[in-house]
């Protein structure tokens, strides 16, 4: 059980880019908050019509891939999770040793052909378990799963749009541990009205001075 903590949500402050805490081991069990923007603030994965997230192509295999952590990472709970235009939402609870499945892929097969965005269960020949870590990040960790899922999305959406090397995703991303039942309600609220709030959200970048 979550210990009660009147922390209401707030969107400024969730917005913004966290600084990692110096003494929190992020292979600990925990629930955390994820967010991740596309390259440039760029509307990759679809848009939204009358309230309503509508997903293109991209935005399907960043739903397949995402979708597929838990096969791979059998310690990786995934909650809510919303992907919007330029940016994605989720909730991811580790509940022990965060590790890839031992002859499972975590690089999924992705077919291209007609309306298939592909399954990221499928793993392809030669493919490793999980993408090397770069930049110092802790093998087991939130952000090892985290770049795991960046990486292999990334690889995926250049297959589809032909075009090898794109960045698809910014190079950092936004995490919060939550801490109470009430952070976690208002959170999956929060998550679940994305697309109703598109209009002033901060990602939009209409809204964008």
């Known amino acids: 059980m979550y210990e009660r903590i009147d922390m209401p949500y707030n969107s400024a402050i969730h ?27 760029e509307s990759l994965f679809g848009e939204v019509v009358d309230g309503d997230m509508r997903l293109n192509r991209l935005g399907m ?53 007609g309306n298939n965005v592909g399954n990221c269960n499928k793993g392809e020949a030669g493919e490793a378990i999980a993408s090397p870590l770069r930049d110092g990040t802790v093998s087991g960790s939130l952000g090892a799963v985290i770049q795991n899922f960046k990486s292999i999305s990334t690889r995926k959406i250049n297959k589809i749009r032909n075009n090898p090397g ?40 209409v809204n964008v001075p």
């Not at 994820?34 to 440039?40: S, V």
């Open 166 to 205: 794109c960045p698809v995703w910014q190079r950092n991303y936004y995490e919060h541990i939550i801490r109470s039942e009430s952070d976690l309600t208002n959170i999956r609220q929060y998550i679940a009205n994305n697309p109703l709030k598109w209009d002033m959200d901060d990602n939009n970048l």
């Open 61 to 113: 295999a960043v739903d397949a891939c995402w979708q597929s952590i838990a096969n791979h990472f059998p310690n990786v709970q995934l909650d809510e999770f919303v992907i919007m235009p330029n940016h994605f939402h989720g909730i991811m609870n580790i509940v022990g040793h965060v590790g890839a499945k031992q002859g499972s892929s975590a690089s999924p097969g992705f077919g291209i052909e």
């Open 15 to 41: 917005h913004r880019r966290s600084i990692r805490l110096r003494a929190f081991d992020y292979r600990s069990n925990g629930t955390y908050f994820i967010t991740i923007c596309a390259f440039q603030r």
